[in-house]
């Protein structure tokens, strides 16, 4: 934030009177007429404020997001301490859960843990970016997850909130179901549907539940996810 101070054109006459007039006999402001006089400025002089313009959220980079220490160990990405975790080794442990726990149970966990990652990556943004309304917050949700490297949103595709759904490519949980478990009979895109879950309902401050309808792990082309609050789905949609 940076502030214009204004040069006051009265003390300059001031100053200016009594060097013209009083030269060989110099008069000075007391401490009294001084005080005045700054109160005079202050009152008939308001500094002017410059601040930063709002980044949108469709401009948003990783130069905006991303702090890397110089001398490593320490990522931030929106303030907040990060890890780089290879998308692989995530397969695998999604592979591990599935084969001693169940797809249930598997489902169940990486559903809560994706969603609080989606809360946690809010009120992350909250701290740090002011936009005004909620469409502004619908928008920047896919664009964060995309920077987070999850997927790639389908050109022109709206957000999970609007009637049509987000439509999905690239996403990175069906690329490891796939290639550690086999296609699958439903979604499997567990982790992003609770992330998205979370961010929207921190964001929105209303509790919306994500489903995914299609997916690549199915052999779609694309993923397709709908989001929804629990009075818009029916309420066995919305504890899945």
């Given at each position: 934030?940076?502030?214009?101070?204004?040069?006051?054109?009265?003390?300059?006459?001031?100053?200016?009177?009594?060097?013209?007039?009083?030269?060989?006999?110099?008069?000075?402001?007391?401490?009294?007429?001084?005080?005045?006089?700054?109160?005079?400025?202050?009152?008939?002089?308001?500094?002017?404020?410059?601040?930063?313009?709002?980044?949108?959220?469709?401009?948003?980079?990783?130069?905006?997001?991303?702090?890397?220490?110089?001398?490593?160990?320490?990522?931030?990405?929106?303030?907040?301490?990060?890890?780089?975790?290879?998308?692989?080794?995530?397969?695998?442990?999604?592979?591990?859960?599935?084969?001693?726990?169940?797809?249930?149970?598997?489902?169940?966990?990486?559903?809560?843990?994706?969603?609080?990652?989606?809360?946690?990556?809010?009120?992350?943004?909250?701290?740090?970016?002011?936009?005004?309304?909620?469409?502004?917050?619908?928008?920047?949700?896919?664009?964060?997850?995309?920077?987070?490297?999850?997927?790639?949103?389908?050109?022109?595709?709206?957000?999970?909130?609007?009637?049509?759904?987000?439509?999905?490519?690239?996403?990175?949980?069906?690329?490891?179901?796939?290639?550690?478990?086999?296609?699958?009979?439903s979604?499997v895109?567990?982790?992003?549907?609770?992330?998205?879950?979370?961010?929207l309902?921190?964001?929105?401050?209303?509790?919306?539940?994500?489903l995914?309808?299609?997916?690549?792990?199915?052999?779609?082309?694309?993923?397709?996810?709908?989001?929804?609050?629990?009075?818009?789905w029916?309420?066995?949609?919305?504890?899945?």
């Amino acid at each position: 934030m940076w502030f214009l101070a204004w040069c006051a054109p009265s003390a300059f006459l001031i100053s200016k009177r009594h060097t013209e007039k009083e030269t060989n006999n110099c008069s000075y402001l007391t401490a009294h007429q001084t005080a005045a006089l700054a109160n005079s400025i202050k009152t008939r002089y308001t500094p002017i404020t410059l601040t930063e313009p709002v980044i949108r959220p469709d401009e948003l980079t990783h130069a905006e997001l991303l702090e890397l220490a110089p001398e490593g160990g320490l990522i931030r990405f929106a303030g907040q301490r990060a890890l780089l975790i290879d998308a692989t080794a995530m397969g695998v442990l999604r592979q591990y859960l599935v084969e001693n726990f169940g797809l249930v149970a598997t489902r169940a966990v990486l559903t809560q843990f994706g969603f609080a990652h989606g809360w946690r990556m809010a009120e992350a943004l909250q701290e740090q970016f002011k936009w005004s309304s909620e469409g502004e917050w619908r928008q920047a949700g896919p664009r964060i997850h995309a920077l987070e490297g999850l997927f790639r949103g389908q050109p022109g595709s709206e957000d999970p909130l609007s009637a049509k759904g987000a439509t999905l490519r690239s996403s990175y949980e069906a690329e490891q179901h796939l290639l550690h478990l086999g296609g699958a009979d439903s979604p499997v895109c567990w982790t992003i549907s609770g992330l998205i879950s979370g961010y929207l309902s921190c964001a929105t401050g209303k509790e919306i539940f994500v489903l995914e309808d299609r997916c690549l792990g199915q052999g779609h082309a694309a993923c397709h996810l709908l989001g929804r609050t629990r009075e818009l789905w029916s309420d066995e949609l919305a504890i899945e």
